[in-house]
C-alpha cells in the first residue's frame, strides 16, 4: 500500500485566494483526520471523519475552513479566502476499523503571501 | 477533557547517552498511548504503543511502560544515535468514548550530536 496519499506537497498563494488540499486515505480504513502543524500552537486536530460523516468538526478554526468526505477514497480541505495566519503544514491520517494507531501523510506545506 | 503533558524540550544529548522523554496523561476512560516520530519534512509515524495497564511498546531500541497508576507513558532509549534526530510525540486515543478522536502532546524536540 501506498500509504496516505496529500497533495499538493507545497502551495503558495496569495491571500484571499481558495485553496484547496487533498487526501487519500489508505484502503480500507475507515477513519480519516485532518491536523495543522504550526510551530506556535504545535499539532492541531481540525476535523475528523468516521465511515465518511464527520464526526468532531470543533477544531476547525472559523467558517474560511471547510472539509468533506465525498467517499471512502478522498477528503478534501478548504480554505476560503485564505490568509497569512493560515500558513502551516497541514496533516491528513487515516485509521482502519478496529486499529489503534492512525497513519499519517507527508503533509502539505502551505504558505499565503 | 483528555490532555497530554510531555517534557518540554529542546532536548540534546551525546551520541550513545541514555533518553527519557517524559509523558503523562489525563483521560476519562482507559486509553490506548502512543509515541509518534516525526523527521524533518516527513508526517509523524508510529514508534510504538501500547494497549493497556502493564504493556510495553518497544521498537527499534526504544521502550514504553503503560502505567496507570501515575497516568505515564515515558519513552526510553539506552543508547542514542545521531539518526535519532526527530520531534517525538505522545498521544492518547479513547475508542469507547470521545467517538476514538486522538489526543497529542506538544511534542519534545530531540537532538543527537556525534
Known amino acids: 500500500d501506498a500509504g496516505v496519499i496529500q497533495s499538493p506537497r507545497h502551495e503558495v498563494t496569495e491571500m484571499g485566494q481558495e485553496v484547496t488540499l487533498r487526501c487519500k486515505p489508505i484502503s480500507g480504513h475507515n477513519s480519516l483526520f485532518w491536523y495543522r502543524q504550526t510551530m506556535m500552537r504545535g499539532l492541531e486536530l481540525l476535523i475528523y471523519?468516521?465511515?465518511?460523516?464527520?464526526?468532531?468538526d470543533s477544531g476547525m478554526p472559523e467558517d474560511r475552513f471547510s472539509a468533506k468526505m465525498p467517499n471512502a477514497s478522498f477528503s478534501t480541505l478548504k480554505i476560503q479566502p485564505s490568509e497569512p495566519r493560515d500558513s502551516a503544514v497541514y496533516f491528513c491520517?487515516?485509521?482502519?476499523?478496529?486499529?489503534?494507531?492512525?497513519?499519517f501523510g507527508q503533509g502539505t506545506r502551505l504558505t499565503v503571501v | 477533557g483528555d490532555s497530554v503533558t510531555q517534557m518540554e524540550g529542546p532536548v540534546t544529548l551525546s551520541e550513545e547517552a541514555f533518553l527519557t522523554i517524559n509523558c503523562t496523561y489525563t483521560a476519562t476512560g482507559y486509553p490506548s498511548l502512543f509515541w509518534y516520530v516525526q523527521y524533518p519534512g516527513e508526517g509523524l509515524q508510529l514508534l510504538l504503543k501500547?494497549?493497556?495497564?502493564?504493556d510495553k511498546g518497544s521498537n527499534k531500541g526504544f521502550e514504553a511502560t503503560y502505567r496507570k497508576e501515575t497516568t505515564s507513558f515515558h519513552l526510553e532509549k539506552g543508547s542514542v544515535q545521531v539518526s535519532d534526530s526527530a520531534v517525538y510525540f505522545c498521544?492518547?486515543?479513547?475508542?469507547?468514548?470521545?467517538?476514538?478522536?486522538?489526543?497529542f502532546g506538544d511534542g519534545t524536540t530531540l537532538t543527537v550530536k556525534p
Open positions: 501500547a494497549t493497556k495497564a502493564d
Open positions: 498521544a492518547l486515543t479513547l475508542y469507547n468514548t470521545n467517538a476514538g478522536k486522538s489526543t
Open positions: 471523519f468516521n465511515n465518511n460523516v464527520p464526526i468532531d
Open positions: 491520517a487515516s485509521r482502519g476499523t478496529g486499529g489503534t494507531e492512525a497513519f
